[in-house]
């Protein structure tokens, strides 16, 4: 199977402060992919360098084409679609006008309309309340909007970082089944970024693990997840 994602020498840093070092990873086409790593360990500045928001050295070819010194907007529109920590929703917008800002780059209203329904049918809470204020809604309908904003965009790739943070268990649990239904129809391949190990290695086929901005690991999801020494000296479980 294709490679989608291939990093290689990846630096990154904020201002003169250095936070990745020489990186190396890559995902296949279709593949769920985890990164791990303990607070601090570069998991987000990884995220933040694919999508060229953060200073950044090395190489990042996606599809066959290097994002380094592009556009963070011409990264979207090759099909790169971010939720980031935070979920970064619009929060004065209701949620219908959040899900048609997702769109922004697409002209097919007719595509756009069959994607706004199938957004209201993985998460029906959004359609209850598709005119009510972002703002307004609970930390876990938050995190269903913008991963469906995300979605909007029909992206090859979807960057997610720390879904579950800050969840009720059910609603974590929730949201990641309707992941890996998006993964397995829609063919949707993801970069997830968790601090729940146990969580991410349930739903990723292979997984890195950050220290200190540098791959200090990896392996397929249920080799790691199987490994007590791992386990103990990594994962913290």
């Given at each position: 199977?294709?490679?989608?994602?291939?990093?290689?020498?990846?630096?990154?840093?904020?201002?003169?402060?250095?936070?990745?070092?020489?990186?190396?990873?890559?995902?296949?086409?279709?593949?769920?992919?985890?990164?791990?790593g303990?607070?601090?360990?570069?998991?987000?500045?990884?995220?933040?360098?694919?999508?060229?928001?953060?200073?950044?050295?090395?190489?990042?070819?996606?599809d066959?084409?290097?994002?380094?010194?592009?556009?963070?907007?011409?990264?979207?529109?090759?099909?790169?679609?971010?939720?980031?920590?935070?979920?970064?929703?619009?929060?004065?917008?209701?949620?219908?006008?959040?899900?048609?800002l997702?769109?922004?780059?697409?002209?097919?209203?007719?595509?756009?309309?069959l994607?706004?329904?199938?957004?209201?049918?993985?998460?029906?809470?959004?359609k209850?309340?598709?005119?009510?204020?972002?703002?307004?809604?609970s930390?876990?309908?938050?995190?269903?909007?913008?991963?469906?904003?995300?979605?909007m965009?029909?992206?090859?790739?979807?960057?997610?970082?720390?879904?579950?943070?800050?969840?009720?268990?059910?609603?974590?649990?929730?949201?990641?089944?309707?992941?890996?239904?998006?993964?397995?129809?829609?063919?949707?391949?993801?970069?997830?970024?968790?601090?729940?190990?146990?969580?991410?290695?349930?739903?990723?086929?292979?997984?890195?693990?950050?220290?200190?901005?540098?791959?200090?690991?990896?392996?397929?999801?249920?080799?790691?997840?199987?490994?007590?020494?791992?386990?103990?000296?990594?994962?913290?479980?």
């Open positions: 199977m294709a490679k989608l994602l291939e990093v290689a020498g990846l630096g990154a840093a904020y201002g003169r402060t250095p936070v990745l070092h020489q990186v190396e990873f890559s995902m296949q086409a279709g593949h769920i992919t985890a990164i791990l303990a607070n601090g360990a570069g998991k987000t500045t990884t995220l933040r360098a694919i999508c060229q928001t953060v200073s950044t050295s090395g190489s990042v070819i996606f066959g084409q290097q994002l380094v010194g592009k556009s963070t907007e011409s990264v979207v529109r090759m099909g790169v679609a971010h939720v980031p920590d935070g979920r970064g929703t619009f929060a004065a917008l209701s949620v219908e006008e959040n899900l048609r997702g769109a922004y780059v697409r002209a097919n209203k007719a595509e756009f309309a994607d706004l329904e199938k957004a209201f049918v993985r998460f029906p809470i959004l209850q309340r598709r005119q009510q204020q972002a703002g307004t809604l930390g876990g309908e938050q995190q269903m909007l913008a991963i469906s904003r995300a979605l965009l029909r992206p090859k790739l979807l960057l997610l970082d720390e879904p579950s943070f800050g969840l009720a268990p059910l609603i974590v649990a929730e949201i990641f089944e309707i992941m890996r239904i998006i993964n397995e129809e829609d063919n949707v391949s993801m970069l997830l970024v968790e601090q729940n190990a146990s969580l991410a290695l349930e739903l990723a086929d292979y997984a890195y693990l950050l220290e200190t901005g540098r791959v200090a690991l990896s392996g397929p999801s249920e080799q790691i997840k199987n490994d007590a020494t791992v386990r103990r000296t990594y994962l913290g479980y």
